[in-house]
């Protein structure tokens, strides 16, 4: 029993078995599925495939409670993991069940092999025989007859929001799965090809939960901090501007947060913080978002054909970069991919290839202007 | 004045007084009423009924202010409760009433008697006068001329959602009465009989507030606690497992909490905990429960016919309890009712009536397999 | 770039742009218009009066992320402010623009003038060149052609909700401007004339955040809090009282807060505190509130002809106040104006005018009954 809403996404080859008051349902699971599990359900899952991991990044949306909030992973059936079962005083379990004390231990006390065990070929195919799968439209009939939307959605199967030689973006939210509608989630998965990189962009709102799937690599996120030592004036002050309306406004200090990363490597990247992600130069670097506040939600880049400076007029360049506009725009034009760009060593090689080496910068600067 | 939203349960026989900006309503109350407060309301309660308590029970949901939470109770009148008028200065008070301090202490200064005052027959008479009731539909016409739908509603005149020999629960929430819509709140009445029980249950994602409203009993709960010792390792372990996975899902450990119940006792069953609630043995057990987070909430019964363990296949039972699936099944089979069960000591009873005592019980095992 | 939603109150006359993922708007602004600014959106402001300020009030509801909530001002460009590009890795930045640290310090380091720059009339005006205003409707064509409505809406021109010869009252809310609806906020403009007041009142849901944009004046509101030592217990005690409920019903006792009132001071009136606001007697005060949680709020007053009161029946009247209903009603009938009214200083002209000073009090009370 799981007492918080998940959002699931799946590598390998497995089914789950989600019960309810009502019905009980049956999903085949595989690399890409995304599920969400209702809160309060009962489930199991099963590894069908007997040489390969069956992985599952969850999101745990805690439903809210007085006295806990955590994650619970508890079995109906035994004492290792305990069943809760066995909390009640013998009386009542006796009662519950009409049954004596001695025979109702036969039940809950019997299984004490923990929260994973080992099922048969036999069993393992008879507990996923009725499964249906996101193949299949991720949707089944419940027993009582009424369309189920519960079952999964595959999002690598839907088409990429972005992709070109550098990598792929593919997105999936409650426009596309209804089930993530209510929790206002969204699931993105990045494959970002060997070497390249993603442009620095940030959420206008969204907050994403990350996790490497596969690959190595390594991120940059700009992380505002309010500076405790009031900042330096500059001399720049103008008549017009007003003493108290700035003293109040905090000026913002950005530190840089960097790691390296690695399958099942986690991190978060809060909204409005600008964040790039690199990966190795020997394999792609696959990573799963859980986005939460999505509605709404913009994705502004920063760098590469849609960043959103390029917006600016040409007056407001001059202002905010105290140069002229066209040497601005020169630069900001300088990269012509958008959101998957080439990695840092593979500008590097290109721009050997390109000019005989690093020597070559300065003169390149005046060619350019 | 109350500044919070309330959703009051009723004993005995009263009237409620609202006052808006807009208008007055005003109710005759009688046992089963579920009526909601609106924030900000101004209430005055009347008892009609010279020898019987008039009672009520409140969920109070804080409206979020900064700089309080809580329930304030206050009159508009006097000294005792204090009134809000005195607070204002004397030049504000006399502007804004046009009068001079002297004759405004008559009117805020008099009322000294508490918070609750005797009043006359005639008086009460006619503060009820114009009053309807949930008989009437629980609906008034507003003074404005627009239907309202602040009435009462009566919970108990509502086909009971489960009802047999050994209790009936009641249920209303938005769907019946618009009025707990946006509060996501549901309310609902168990009479369980002398001696019967409720079946072990836990809700998917509400909170229940439950207050004993007449009878006696007890109630258990299987309450998780993260154990905070390193649970023993099982010997169970296959290669498949993930060892990372393990180590960070937290394995629940179950605490029993329970206590006595008798009028007025209050407690709180958060969602996800499986629950218990026994009636004693010569009084029925009747609680109000106001349940909160209700939307898409499923009650899972742990017992009995809707035993949501009956749902398993028999090869999930085989896994989760280590035994023939039969065997488990003969034991979940064993209790014929649902919901309300008899209670431990009806249970007996009957037991002894057929098998003559507690002696046979090794005999009745044979007999059973 | 601004982490936030923000709710803007305009003085002067300027223009705003924002730019998104989407496309740029451009909006000129005037005293008394209103304007959301989406979460994550860069934007830069430009006064268009070489001789006037330009200010804003702004309301920012944060959106929630694990580490920051405060609001966030930073230039693009560079040091002073600091770009957030500069926390970016040499190696990532110049992968992202594809050109050298050398070049890219020229643009992400030129700037060091502070957060407001002086710029040109030349500039000014091509800034606000393409701008809409409220006046056009405060709606323009985004660049994809899809109708934005975006724009500002001017409170001043909307009609006020309530208007006599002691001042003004505007709101916008939801329904007249879409914008403010998922933000559940509305924007009132009080305009007290010189030596009016506001009658004392009390939002029954909504808190309010208020800032002086001009004049003077004061405030007085209540303020409760539970006092610590148990009230006196009073004698007017009857059987039918029940000793447990009112153990637990906290009475509330109240606290006068107030403060003198000049342009830019704010203050905080949470919701169910009621409060009374004075001008001076030789300006107007001119203030701005953000509600937030205005869902069915509802403003109810305390003194003047809109007295919720005056809705009590005469018997609740008797009771609530311990004297004669039309005593009471009597002086609550002695201010004939609403919402707005004569001030202190107002009041007391008047009736020494009428009545030839105080010395007439005493005869004047016999006068009235």
């Not at 840092?344 to 080496?357: F, K, L």
Request: proline share 4%.
């Amino acid at each position: 029993m799981i007492v918080n809403n998940t959002v699931d996404f799946v590598a390998g080859r497995g089914t789950i078995n989600l019960i309810h008051q009502q019905n009980k349902e049956s999903y085949n699971l595989e690399r890409g599925d995304v599920i969400r599990v209702p809160a309060g359900a009962l489930i199991y899952l099963i590894n069908r495939d007997s040489n390969d991991k069956f992985q599952i990044a969850s999101l745990f949306q805690p439903v809210s409670t007085p006295t806990n909030t955590f994650r619970e992973f508890f079995g109906v059936g035994g004492e290792n993991p305990e069943s809760f079962f066995n909390v009640f005083s013998d009386e009542i379990l006796e009662a519950a069940f009409n049954t004596e004390r001695e025979r109702l231990d036969k039940v809950f006390r019997q299984q004490r092999q923990g929260e994973i065990v080992e099922a048969s070929q036999e069993q393992i195919r008879a507990l996923s025989r009725d499964a249906s799968s996101s193949q299949e439209g991720g949707h089944i009939w419940s027993r009582r007859g009424s369309r189920s939307s519960r079952g999964p959605y595959n999002l690598l199967n839907k088409r990429p929001t972005h992709s070109n030689e550098f990598g792929q973006l593919h997105e999936v939210d409650g426009n596309d799965y209804s089930q993530l509608q209510d929790l206002d989630v969204a699931v993105t998965f990045h494959n970002i090809k060997q070497g390249a990189m993603v442009a620095p962009f940030y959420n206008s709102k969204a907050t994403s939960l990350v996790v490497v799937v596969e690959g190595r690599g390594r991120f940059e996120m700009a992380c505002p901090h309010v500076s405790s030592s009031k900042r330096q004036r500059s001399q720049g002050r103008r008549e017009y501007e007003q003493e108290e309306e700035r003293e109040e406004s905090g000026s913002a200090h950005y530190q840089r947060v960097s790691a390296r990363l690695s399958p099942r490597t986690a991190f978060i990247v809060p909204a409005g913080h600008p964040v790039s992600i690199v990966a190795s130069d020997n394999q792609n670097l696959q990573i799963v978002a859980f986005k939460i506040n999505v509605e709404n939600n913009q994705r502004n880049y920063l760098a590469g054909q849609e960043n959103v400076l390029n917006q600016l007029e040409r007056e407001a360049k001059e202002l905010a970069f105290n140069m002229p506009a066209k040497e601005v725009e020169a630069i900001f034009n300088n990269q012509r991919q958008s959101v998957f760009l080439p990695g840092p060593n593979q500008r590097q090689q290109r721009e050997e290839g390109r000019h005989g080496g690093l020597l070559l910068d300065t003169i390149k600067d005046v060619f350019m202007f």
